[in-house]
Structure formats: structure tokens, C-alpha cells
Nanobody, 125 residues
Framework: QVQLVESGGGLVQAGGSLRLSCAAS????????MAWFRQAPGKERAFVAV???????YYVDSVKGRFTISRDNAKNTVYLQMNSLKPEDTAVYYC???????????????????WGQGTQVTVSS
């Protein structure tokens, strides 16, 4: 069982930056693929980025060059550094963990067994 707790959300002006953190419980953090999803009001939960256990990273096109996902296995924590934020980045951001990783399905919510409670990110124009 893995418990995930996100932090770091808040209100920021367009062009600003935020760093989200996701702290995980358990001793096998390093064996999980860790992802960030987001859900805007009235929309489905959408993939943002993932980092697997070999530290390969993948991003949705809309955040490439602006967001960076990273992990610190010693601290059981995954991060999402968000720069050049836009109003369309406004959403609740969720951290997720999966024991498996497949490029074909990494963008879908269903492979991820564990989810955090979410943290609100609001970008004002």
C-alpha cells in the first residue's frame, strides 16, 4: 500500500512558477512509476507528466519546455516544477503511482493504483 500526499499548490500570476511535491509512504518508492495528472472544472482528469524507475520522463505536449518532473528516491518524493504558468494550467493536480510502466498506456489514469488527494493550482491572467 502506498499513500501519496501532494503539496505546493497555490495562486500565481501568469508567467510565474510553482513547485509541487508528492511525498510517498513505503519502502519501495523507487520501484514505482510516478505521474502527475490534472483536472480542470468540468473536464476529465488529464495526464501531465510521468517519470519511471529508470528516470525516463514523458510530458503532454502542452507543458513541454515549461514543466519538469523529477524524483528523489531517498526522500520518497516526486516533484513537478512548473514555469511560465498560463491560466489554462489552472486545475487540481494529482500525484499517482504505478508498479507497471507502458508507454502506450502511461497517459491513462487506469494503470495507476495509488492517488493523492490533489492540490489546487490557480493561475490568474
Amino acid at each position: 500500500q502506498v499513500q501519496l500526499v501532494e503539496s505546493g499548490g497555490g495562486l500565481v500570476q501568469a508567467g510565474g512558477s510553482l513547485r509541487l511535491s508528492c511525498a510517498a509512504s513505503g519502502r519501495t518508492f523507487g520501484t514505482y512509476a510516478m505521474a502527475w495528472f490534472r483536472q480542470a472544472p468540468g473536464k476529465e482528469r488529464a495526464f501531465v507528466a510521468v517519470i519511471n524507475w529508470t528516470r525516463n520522463t514523458y510530458y503532454v505536449d502542452s507543458v513541454k519546455g515549461r514543466f519538469t518532473i523529477s524524483r528523489d528516491n531517498a526522500k520518497n518524493t516526486v516533484y513537478l516544477q512548473m514555469n511560465s504558468l498560463k491560466p489554462e494550467d489552472t486545475a487540481v493536480y494529482y500525484c499517482a503511482a504505478s508498479r507497471t510502466f507502458n508507454i502506450a498506456t502511461m497517459y491513462r489514469p487506469d494503470p495507476y493504483s495509488y492517488w493523492g488527494q490533489g492540490t489546487q493550482v490557480t493561475v490568474s491572467s
